[in-house]
Nanobody, 125 residues
Framework: VQLQASGGGLVQAGGSLRLSCAVS????????MAWFRQAPGKEREFVAG????????YYADSVKGRFTISRDNAENTGYLQMNSLKPEDTAVYYC???????????????????WGKGTQVTVSS
């Protein structure tokens, strides 16, 4: 299974970006998918996730109401729509996928089996 993240870039505060995570080797409908981010000098943190079986979603408090995770089975791609971006959202964003249902998204990193390379998101003030 391979994941390819794209869609990052430079945007002004208040703007929007949509990240994509193209998946090959397995259908996204059978994967729990998540987005993580890592800012310079900080640990990688969970941003958003969607479970494979019931499409339940979960968001970090810092992005709730601004970010939306989704997937398109026909395109075999996961997405992260990011609105009302803030300078503190600046980070490298990583998509990840797991074979199991994630019951505790706060420990989502432990449940991810596949990781893509990151895409840089920079939000200017």
């Amino acid at each position: 299974v391979q994941l390819q993240a794209s869609g990052g870039g430079l945007v002004q505060a208040g703007g929007s970006l949509r990240l994509s995570c193209a998946v090959s080797g397995r259908t996204v409908s059978r994967l729990s998918m998540a987005w993580f981010r890592q800012a310079p000098g900080k640990e990688r943190e969970f941003v958003a996730g969607i479970n494979w079986s019931d499409s339940s979603t979960y968001y970090a408090d810092s992005v709730k109401g601004r970010f939306t995770i989704s997937r398109d089975n026909a395109e075999n791609t996961g997405y992260l729509q990011m609105n009302s971006l803030k300078p503190e959202d600046t980070a490298v964003y990583y998509c990840a996928a797991g074979l199991s249902y994630i019951s505790n998204w706060l420990r989502a990193k432990d449940g991810m089996d596949y990781w893509g390379k990151g895409t840089q998101v920079t939000v200017s003030s």
